[in-house]
């Protein structure tokens, strides 16, 4: 049985594996050179890892899914995916790696960005033009040279987190292009398209609509063909997408403001605290204010 290695974003950066890496508040910039006889065992990694193949090939098992990666593609991985990693000829990556909490601390706007991360859950791979490959190469440079002199001044740390925010804008954007997706068949394409629709309109509305119907309407089809080609795209129901993303919002606040359980209970809208808390806790397996005062926990 092979045994899969369960990593945080803090065990990643200590890693000796990464010879040119700089770290700072929750993001790692590497660098790294992986040749055929490196054995890299299964691992399951609790970051978001954005991963540019500069030369070579890699294959990437991610969840039993097999993908290619080339030069001129981008690979996103997700919290807690269990990944493969081999390559039959020596490549380089480069790649950007953050932890979960970075982004709920410093994106005031994770429920609009949460659901475009989430978007590649069926398509991780991402073509790019070799143009803006190469751009994105230099900026993750930039970055890198910023992350040295942040803590300088207050100043220089606040243009160290604008440069990286602008960078991640840039990739959801490109991700959320059907365009830059390059899928040929009709339907399929059709089908992405109303997923990305779709999970905008949840990330809009999902305090106050939970309703399959009312995401239909929006979208002008049937509840059925909705749940249909949502569930073919990403495998889940539409409904649990907008569970997921409520509670990706609950986890938030619970964490990060200063709002009691009844508070929050009614700003996504529940009929009453104790209806948010049965709610929490299938989902979860914890209380809000056992997790409020657990916040290390991992939700799986």
């Keep these: 049985m092979v045994q899969i290695k369960k990593c945080t974003f803090e065990h990643i950066t200590q890693s000796y594996f990464y010879k040119e890496k700089s770290v700072l508040d929750g993001c790692m910039i590497m660098q790294q050179t992986i040749k055929p006889e490196d054995v890299l065992l299964p691992f399951q990694v609790e970051a978001y890892a954005l991963l540019f193949c500069i030369s070579g090939e890699l294959n990437i098992i991610s969840d039993l899914k097999s993908y290619t990666v080339t030069p001129d593609t981008l690979f996103v991985h997700l919290p807690n995916n269990i990944i493969k990693i081999d390559c039959k000829k020596e490549c380089t990556i480069t790649g950007l790696i953050l ?7 410093n994106f005031l706007q994770w429920n609009k960005i949460s659901p475009l991360f989430i978007q590649t859950t069926n398509i991780p791979v991402i073509d790019i033009p070799t143009k803006r490959k190469d751009e994105f190469i230099r900026t993750l440079g930039n970055i890198q ?6 803590t300088y001044s207050e100043w220089n740390r606040e243009a160290y987190h604008a440069a990286l925010k602008t960078f991640l804008y840039d990739i959801i954007s490109l991700a959320s292009d059907p365009k830059s997706l390059e899928i040929k068949d009709v339907y399929q394409s059709r089908s992405q398209d109303y997923f990305a629709r779709f999970m905008q309109l949840v990330s809009q509305y999902c305090k106050k609509e939970r309703k ?38 609950a986890i938030f606040l619970l964490k990060y403001s200063n709002a009691t359980v009844q508070e929050i209970a009614f700003q996504m809208n529940f009929p009453n605290p104790s209806f948010f808390g049965k709610f929490f806790k299938r989902y979860t397996g914890f209380s809000p204010k056992y997790y409020r005062n657990n916040a290390t926990l991992t939700i799986s």
């Excluded at 932890?99 to 601390?105: I, Q, S, V």
């Design 99 to 105: 932890a979960p909490d970075y982004l709920r601390k």
């Design 145 to 150: 040279e910023r992350m040295k002199t942040a």
């Design 212 to 249: 399959v119907h009312f995401y239909a309407s929006k979208l002008c089809i049937s509840s059925k063909y909705l749940s249909t080609i949502i569930k073919e795209v990403s495998g889940k129901t539409p409904s649990r997408w907008i569970d997921e993303v409520i509670m990706s919002e």
